[in-house]
């Protein structure tokens, strides 16, 4: 009686799930992608840096209007004004490598013998 309590539910579910695996077999699905026919990797990387470049170009241009304000206003005080120089700086060698973000993965992609190239 134990036993027989314990199949019953083996195979009612097994019944249950027969259906659905002969219907997944005999349909096909597609699903289109929401990206557009020709996106790869590649173009989705892509449009990803396009974005990060204009928000980080954007950001740039408030640090170092902010950088000189601070720069303007630290009233001959050493220690601001190289604050505001260091921040100057970093900020405008973030701006060259975001810049040149496309052209060093590609360069990457080249040496190591990829056929893919970010658009």
Known sequence: MKTFKKIVPIVFLVALFIPLISLAQSQSIEIPNPLGKDSTIWTVTGKIIDFIFWIATVAGV????????????????????????YIIIYTLIGLIVVWLSKGIINLLLTILGSESRIP
């Open 62 to 85: 408030f640090v170092i209007i902010y950088a000189g304000y601070k720069f303007l206003f630290s009233a001959g005080d050493p220690e601001k004004v190289k604050n505001a120089r």
